[in-house]
């Protein structure tokens, strides 16, 4: 057996701790705007992405994901999505699917794509309750799946209030 | 309600097989169904859940939208020019009314 097989990645790492002590306060407010509200975590986050890789394994690559790392105000932060596709009727881009795993329902967005679509990207902008992952999963139309991940701080949550 | 407002951005003229860059905007509040009143009710969720980009009857592009999209909802994507003609849009309410606008474009 090999030893890595049971490495589970626990994204916090001593920066983030720190930082989150110092932004201590500002998630003290963000917790009393939101008080008994469900938060998805990790779990709720995998439940939604497994819905969309169906037992496949998703790999890493083709596709970009451009938010900030630092988002000043959650209730707008841009997001950018692009694959690296040609874009014809044999091979294309289903779907990019994008997920954010702190906030209270992590789906954010599905976009679909056509061969019409000419190049496969896309740009909204979403909300984000505190500092988070965002995931984008890309559904090509050979079936494979391709994902990729950014961290977002975030200094104030976009979550009413 | 207020009626939602929709605002499209595409280039007036492209050439044959261009791809071209289309800007969407709409004013709608999206109330994301996280928030609470004065009373500590739950404000009820009322957003637009779909947005869909035809051209010729055909989709070129659409996306579904969740609680964590922002108010007044931007969505910016692309396709290939092909031919003269106008592109529809439309965004749908979770209250079940339906946005719609079109743009034309000249391809040559």
Redesign the interface.
Not at chain 1, 22 to 28: D, E, H, N, P, R
Not at chain 1, 80 to 96: F, R
Not at chain 2, 41 to 60: A, L, M, S, Y
């Given at each position: 057996m090999n030893m890595n097989t049971t490495k589970h990645s626990t994204k916090l790492n001593r920066r983030e701790i720190l930082f989150s002590l110092g932004a201590g306060s500002v998630a003290l407010v963000t917790l009393t705007m939101?008080?008994g509200?469900a938060r998805a975590d990790k779990a709720a986050t995998d439940a939604e992405m497994k819905k969309i890789l169906g037992g496949k394994t998703a790999q890493e690559g083709r596709i970009t994901l451009d938010v900030p790392q630092i988002a000043e105000n959650g209730?707008?932060?841009q997001l950018e999505v692009a694959v690296d596709s040609p874009m014809t009727e044999k091979d294309y881009v289903k779907a990019v699917h994008v997920f954010?795993d702190g906030?209270?329902?992590p789906?954010?967005?599905?976009?679909?794509?056509?061969p019409?679509?000419?190049?496969a990207?896309?740009?909204?902008?979403?909300?984000?309750a505190k500092t988070q992952n965002v995931i984008a999963l890309a559904e090509m139309s050979d079936g494979s799946i391709y994902s990729t991940q950014a961290a977002v701080k975030v200094t104030i949550g976009?979550?009413?209030? | 309600m207020a009626t939602a407002k929709p605002r499209i951005k595409i280039p007036a003229k492209a050439a044959k097989g261009e791809v071209i860059q289309i800007k969407t905007l709409i004013s709608h509040k999206m109330e994301s169904g996280q928030r609470k009143d004065k009373e500590g009710k739950k404000i009820p969720r009322q957003i637009i859940n779909k947005f869909v980009c035809t051209f010729k009857g055909k989709e070129v592009f659409s996306a579904d939208w969740h609680g964590a999209i922002s108010a007044n909802p931007y969505m910016s994507f692309y396709t290939v020019a092909t031919e003269s003609g106008a592109y529809e849009f439309t965004w749908t309410d979770d209250d079940g009314s339906v946005y719609t606008k079109s743009a034309k474009i000249t391809v040559n």
């Amino acid at each position: 057996m090999n030893m890595n097989t049971t490495k589970h990645s626990t994204k916090l790492n001593r920066r983030e701790i720190l930082f989150s002590l110092g932004a201590g306060s500002v998630a003290l407010v963000t917790l009393t705007m939101l008080p008994g509200l469900a938060r998805a975590d990790k779990a709720a986050t995998d439940a939604e992405m497994k819905k969309i890789l169906g037992g496949k394994t998703a790999q890493e690559g083709r596709i970009t994901l451009d938010v900030p790392q630092i988002a000043e105000n959650g209730n707008t932060v841009q997001l950018e999505v692009a694959v690296d596709s040609p874009m014809t009727e044999k091979d294309y881009v289903k779907a990019v699917h994008v997920f954010a795993d702190g906030n209270p329902v992590p789906n954010v967005a599905s976009f679909h794509f056509t061969p019409a679509s000419g190049k496969a990207a896309a740009a909204t902008r979403m909300r984000l309750a505190k500092t988070q992952n965002v995931i984008a999963l890309a559904e090509m139309s050979d079936g494979s799946i391709y994902s990729t991940q950014a961290a977002v701080k975030v200094t104030i949550g976009g979550c009413g209030g | 309600m207020a009626t939602a407002k929709p605002r499209i951005k595409i280039p007036a003229k492209a050439a044959k097989g261009e791809v071209i860059q289309i800007k969407t905007l709409i004013s709608h509040k999206m109330e994301s169904g996280q928030r609470k009143d004065k009373e500590g009710k739950k404000i009820p969720r009322q957003i637009i859940n779909k947005f869909v980009c035809t051209f010729k009857g055909k989709e070129v592009f659409s996306a579904d939208w969740h609680g964590a999209i922002s108010a007044n909802p931007y969505m910016s994507f692309y396709t290939v020019a092909t031919e003269s003609g106008a592109y529809e849009f439309t965004w749908t309410d979770d209250d079940g009314s339906v946005y719609t606008k079109s743009a034309k474009i000249t391809v040559n």
